[in-house]
């Protein structure tokens, strides 16, 4: 960590920020005209480098209980989670949008777009991880560019649905993100995007375990906001940032983490099984879905 500047907001720009968390690595801090929920200070470039390329190869590097989270994006099989996943977000977009020229913006190992080819559609994506590249060309047969988004929007390439599945969280610009997304739409293309929500469960129990320890109590906190995601999105403040890129959020949908994709003691298993019915109920599930059209 070295961005040890006062915190300014990815989203906005601006310097009223105020403190929620502070935990071991970082702060959680909240922008006060735009609400929008940051780490501060951020992890240089180099760091998240380092970070992405061992969690794709060994799953070190983050936390114990998403060691295997990665080792689920390498193989195209139906009983693979989060081919399910894959799977049931494409059947929801197949609904309003047939199968056309998809562009997966962040395609890391071509999962995604291995799954979607099955479905029918022309694959393309792009991602800056050389260890998550390699992958999708070896394995699935794609050819996906190396680099950044932004510079392939900018060659003038158009398509009918534009993913980002938790991307959006990692990006430093994220409303050039957005615009960029919509630079590449064809007419009547659509966007679809997921990322962590912030109004979860997750963020309801840990932020009271650390008011009432008077900010001592920050294990729970901690397995929430991890380094690699900068940003931490409520419905609203997602809202707000695909508004400025640009784009109208027309459909979201709230969504719990797949457990079978994280290591856990059989007691831990247990409690997060009841604290997701309980995030069921409360409609504060810790993930987000959705899909959006230029405004």
């Known amino acids: 960590?070295?961005?040890?500047?006062?915190?300014?907001?990815?989203?906005?720009?601006?310097?009223?920020?105020?403190?929620?968390?502070?935990?071991?690595?970082?702060?959680?801090?909240?922008?006060?005209?735009?609400?929008?929920?940051?780490?501060?200070?951020?992890?240089?470039?180099?760091?998240?480098?380092?970070?992405?390329?061992?969690?794709?190869?060994?799953?070190?590097?983050?936390?114990?209980?998403?060691?295997?989270?990665?080792?689920?994006?390498?193989?195209?099989?139906?009983?693979?989670?989060?081919?399910?996943?894959?799977?049931?977000?494409?059947?929801?977009?197949?609904?309003?949008?047939?199968?056309?020229?998809?562009?997966?913006?962040?395609?890391?190992?071509?999962?995604?777009?291995?799954?979607?080819?099955?479905?029918?559609?022309?694959?393309?994506?792009?991602?800056?991880?050389?260890?998550?590249?390699?992958?999708?060309?070896?394995?699935?047969?794609?050819?996906?560019?190396?680099?950044?988004?932004?510079?392939?929007?900018?060659?003038?390439e158009t398509f009918d649905l534009v993913t980002g599945w938790d991307v959006i969280e990692h990006s430093r610009r994220p409303v050039d993100l957005i615009r960029a997304a919509r630079r590449c739409l064809a007419p009547d293309g659509l966007v679809s995007f997921s990322t962590p929500n912030q109004r979860s469960i997750l963020d309801l129990v840990g932020g009271l375990l650390y008011r009432a320890s008077g900010g001592r109590l920050i294990a729970p906190l901690e397995k929430f906001y991890i380094d690699q995601h900068f940003l931490y999105f409520t419905p609203d403040s997602l809202r707000n940032c695909l508004g400025l890129g640009g784009l109208r959020i027309f459909q979201m949908e709230r969504e719990l983490t797949d457990l079978r994709r994280l290591s856990l003691s059989p007691g831990v298993r247990i409690g997060l099984q009841s604290l997701f019915l309980a995030a069921r109920l409360l409609r504060r599930e810790n993930r987000l879905f959705v899909l959006a059209r230029p405004a």
């Open 1 to 156: 960590m070295s961005e040890c500047s006062p915190p300014q907001c990815l989203i906005c720009g601006s310097d009223e920020v105020g403190q929620r968390y502070r935990i071991t690595r970082f702060e959680v801090v909240q922008c006060k005209p735009c609400g929008q929920i940051f780490l501060h200070p951020l992890p240089t470039p180099v760091e998240i480098q380092r970070l992405f390329a061992s969690l794709y190869t060994s799953g070190e590097g983050s936390l114990p209980e998403l060691k295997d989270y990665y080792r689920f994006c390498f193989e195209d099989d139906p009983e693979n989670p989060l081919v399910e996943q894959y799977e049931a977000w494409l059947d929801t977009i197949e609904r309003i949008k047939p199968p056309g020229r998809v562009l997966d913006v962040g395609c890391g190992t071509g999962l995604f777009l291995s799954v979607a080819r099955r479905r029918g559609w022309e694959p393309f994506g792009i991602d800056e991880s050389l260890e998550a590249t390699k992958h999708a060309r070896d394995h699935f047969g794609l050819d996906p560019r190396v680099g950044e988004f932004e510079t392939l929007a900018d060659l003038g």
